[in-house]
């Protein structure tokens, strides 16, 4: 199993964080790949330039700030497990987010790897433009 994290740290409180990564319709804006997004109660449709990706809402954790989803359908090869987690940590005045990818089949790492990383970049991107 291919095991990816990543993290940053923003100028923001961490409920204000929290609060814009959990909402569905802001990921076009800081998630590069994703040109847009929904919520039909149980899964999140992430349209991206190469298609839709179907991801199923697992965790929403509000007093942790944890939340995870699965990849269900879209990524180019079948996929076996998959789970992405996105924790929002108190750091100072400020906070940490922490994105982390379980994932096989091992060769979709790269993939997720790539978009995640973008992913990561532009939570720090959006979060600095906006202080």
């Given amino acids: 199993m291919a095991t990816l994290r990543f ?12 609060t814009v990564l959990t909402d569905v319709r802001t990921i076009p804006d800081w998630f590069p790949a994703v040109l ?31 939340f995870q989803y699965r990849f269900v359908e879209g990524l180019p090869s079948p996929i076996e497990y998959h789970l992405g987690t996105i924790d929002v940590l108190p750091d100072g005045d400020g906070s940490r987010v922490v994105y982390s990818q379980e994932i096989l089949p091992q060769n979709l790492a790269p993939i997720v790897e790539r978009a995640v990383g973008e992913g990561i970049a532009g939570i720090a991107r959006y979060f600095a433009a906006r202080p």
């Fill in 36 to 66: 847009e997004a929904r919520f039909d109660g149980e899964y999140r449709h992430l349209r991206t330039p190469e298609g839709t990706l179907k991801a199923l809402v697992v965790t929403k954790n509000d007093e942790l700030r944890r």
């Fill in 7 to 18: 993290d940053t740290r923003v100028e923001q409180d961490p409920d204000r964080v929290w």
